[in-house]
């Protein structure tokens, strides 16, 4: 369902440039829950933001359903991208627009019919159980409720993908929870493939069928958790699921954590 082939992308940073992802592949079959994990600056956001050319890659190719995005034109890019959700560590909701204004832009923006439109607005905030937070602004909402918000408009065009950007790393853990069985729901009654960065080891654990490590700008291994006696076997695979570091939230390496 998901396929980067080679993909890298390089920032210029001055007279410099930064390697943010360097070549690296990644497939992801359809109906699986796919978890990107690494220290902070390991390249994550990028890989991901690359599955929809959010970021352009530098070079390599990028495959939705066997679609070629990296070979479309802007039309047909913006096409395609209805059918991967995407949601964020902040939410990025409008901030003047009520809950179902929020879900029904992307409805307007893909030329849906008003009256088809506010039917689906009221199913994707039913899904995420804030039905009746239809009218209310973000601010009146609580994280997780917004966050809500933000799945549901990912929602609303029936995508075949949803990229998750840290969706939890601003929530407490009961929130955390609540989302990840939003996430793990919408998988399983909807057959949505779905690609989380997170740097929680609980979070992947809990949500991934598959888990990406990457480490300075590729992925180094991809553990299975349908294979749990297949323990990692880079070092840092093994360092981040060693269970006993007591913490679940990484950062740079060296310079952790709570
Ligand atoms: N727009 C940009 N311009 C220049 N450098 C960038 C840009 N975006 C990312 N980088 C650099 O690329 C590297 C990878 O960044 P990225 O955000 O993908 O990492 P990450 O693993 O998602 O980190 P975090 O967990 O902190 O979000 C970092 O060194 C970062 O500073």
């Known amino acids: 369902m998901i396929t980067l082939r080679e993909v890298s992308k390089q920032y210029k940073v001055g007279r410099d440039w930064v390697d943010a992802v360097k070549p690296t592949s990644l497939h992801v079959e359809k109906g699986q829950i796919q978890g990107i994990i690494g220290f902070s600056g390991a390249g994550k956001s ?13 070079a390599g190719e990028v495959y939705i359903d066997g679609q070629e995005l990296t070979g479309l034109n802007a039309g047909e890019l913006r096409e395609a991208r209805r ?22 832009f992307v409805l307007k923006a893909a030329n849906v019919p008003s009256k088809q439109r506010k039917r689906r607005v009221e199913e994707c905030l ?18 997780g409720q917004k966050q809500r918000v933000a ?19 601003a929530l407490d853990p009961v929130t955390t929870l609540s989302i990840l069985e939003f996430l793990e729901k919408i998988n399983r009654e909807f057959q949505v493939t779905i690609m989380l960065v997170t740097h929680e080891i609980q979070v992947a654990k809990r949500l991934c069928s598959q888990i990406a490590v990457m480490e300075g700008g590729v992925i180094t291994e991809q553990l299975d958790r349908s294979r749990p ?27 952790q954590h709570e």
């Open 83 to 104: 059918s991967i959700g995407m949601i964020f560590q902040h939410y990025n909701l409008l901030s003047n627009e009520t809950c179902a204004a929020n879900v029904e």
């Open 151 to 169: 799945i549901a408009r990912a929602l609303a065009n029936n995508p075949k993908v949803l990229l998750c950007d840290e969706p939890t790393s």
């Open 229 to 255: 006696d297949i323990e990692p076997v880079t070092p840092f695979g093994k360092f981040l699921f060693d269970t006993t570091n007591s913490s679940s939230v990484w950062y740079r390496r060296g310079e």
């Open 46 to 58: 990028t890989l991901l933001r690359m599955a929809n050319l959010l970021e352009l890659p530098t």
């Open 126 to 143: 039913e899904i995420v159980g804030l039905a009746d937070k239809a009218r209310q602004y973000p601010a009146q909402l609580s994280g």
